[in-house]
């Protein structure tokens, strides 16, 4: 609703609206092309018609969404954003606001998008060679083929660098040897696995076909925060990987931290399409139930925390807007980014509170989503590097100083 129309029906108008999503409160699609808003209202028009009806029985289950693979393959969304000639090339943009209106519908299917597309796809994209990008992103794109991507392991999370997965070159290929936890969609088809070379000591990526002799893969159990997501603790023994199956353009870390830089910018319009379905969700409930007589939002008390919960949220907006601006230009920088991904979950975290709160005991009940928002909210604050490690990524960028280890003097 139009804001100045909004006013005069609270001071004088014979209908009292309220603000129904914090995605329209200061008129963001005004800062976006006709084709973003275009893009976002589809995405949005998706996720209420596909995901919502259906989702939280397979929350519940800690199940992955099998359903949605048909309809997710004839939106064609994935393949919107695959570079041209394989795709559309959409911008980073057009990716925000479609990231931002899957997580304000479920967290778990925008992460399972997000591995999809911005580390499996754009890693091969960035890395491969013709023939595996022939071979690998229409069937990744259309969902023939379903990957995950393997960095964290199991004793070695923050200091990614330095991993212990090795691969040892014999003929016609590597022999790979190691572990990965956390891995989503860990489970599936094939996994892109960064290991260290046993001779050179560089690290490197190979795609791993996940029927490999040697390869063991179990999805982590009582998780309670994106439930639905498949992460995975693999194994592998001797695995043998094809020469062919080595990204030839991924030849040390830089090329870990080039798809980590991509896939972090987007991290914070997630954290922010949860904050706008908590909001959402809330605003809802809190209008149409009525305590003493009157709706929930009669009580200022209410109102505070809906106007703390508005003004993060709006703030989220705005930072990741620049930030994301920035990137398209090429002129972002890590520690940019890094302080845009800590900050929006920081507060995030607060607004998801808020929201748990604001609904009292049914804020607990799964189809009111407030719980759901909290619990992945705290999936966002951790993953694509903890707060702490972001801030000193940030840090190190402001003082010039890196304080990630301890100091030898003791």
């Known amino acids: 609703m139009n804001r100045i129309s909004l006013v005069q029906n609270h001071l004088g108008g014979t209908k009292k609206a309220y603000v129904d999503s914090a995605y329209d409160f200061l008129s963001f699609d005004d800062l976006l ?16 018609r596909e995901i919502a009806p259906r989702i939280n029985e397979y929350i519940e289950r800690a199940a992955f969404p099998d359903f949605l693979i048909q309809p997710l393959r004839e939106f064609g969304l994935l393949k919107k954003f695959l570079q041209k000639p394989y795709g559309e ?35 091969i994209e960035l890395f491969g060679s013709d023939e595996q990008k022939n071979r690998y992103l229409e069937k990744l794109s259309n969902l023939e083929i379903i990957g995950g991507w393997g960095l964290t392991e199991i004793k070695i999370g923050s200091d990614a660098s330095s991993l212990q997965t090795t691969v040892t070159k014999v003929p016609g290929g590597y022999r790979l040897n190691g572990d990965k936890r956390w891995i989503g969609n860990g489970n599936r088809d094939i996994v892109v696995v960064w290991a260290r070379d046993s001779e050179t000591k560089k690290v490197g990526a190979y795609i791993v076909n996940m029927k490999s002799e040697g390869v063991t893969s179990t999805v982590i159990k009582n998780k309670l925060a994106l439930r639905s997501v498949q992460n995975c603790e693999i194994r592998f023994n001797n695995v043998f990987i094809p020469e062919e199956e080595k990204l030839p353009k991924a030849t040390d870390f830089n090329a870990t931290n080039q798809i980590l830089r991509h896939s972090r910018v ?46 993060s949220i709006q703030a ?8 994301t601006a920035l990137y398209e230009q090429d002129k972002v920088s890590i ?6 991904k800590a900050w929006a979950t920081l507060r995030g975290r607060e607004v998801v509170a808020l929201g748990r709160e604001l609904l009292g005991g049914n804020g607990i009940v799964l189809d009111n989503y407030v719980i759901k928002g909290m619990a992945d909210m705290e999936v966002l604050y951790t993953y694509e590097g903890t707060y702490d490690v972001n801030a000193l990524v940030a840090g190190r960028e402001l003082t010039g100083i890196a304080a990630f280890k301890a100091s030898s003097k003791q």
């Open 89 to 123: 090339g959409l911008d980073a943009m057009s990716l925000a606001v479609t990231v931002v209106e899957l997580a304000r519908v479920d967290a778990s299917v925008m992460t399972f998008f997000v591995v999809q597309l911005a580390l499996v796809i754009h890693t």
């Open 33 to 48: 092309t006709p084709a973003h808003i275009a893009l976002r209202k589809s995405v949005r028009e998706f996720a209420e």
């Open 316 to 323: 989220i907006m705005m930072f990741n807007w620049r930030t």
């Open 335 to 340: 520690g940019q980014i890094a302080l845009n």
């Open 266 to 311: 987007f991290v914070p319009w997630a954290a922010l399409g949860v904050c706008i379905g908590t909001y959402d969700n809330a605003i809802k409930y809190l209008s149409e139930r009525k305590q003493f007589g009157v709706p929930l939002t009669s009580f200022q008390l209410v109102q505070e925390k809906l106007t703390r919960m508005m003004g």
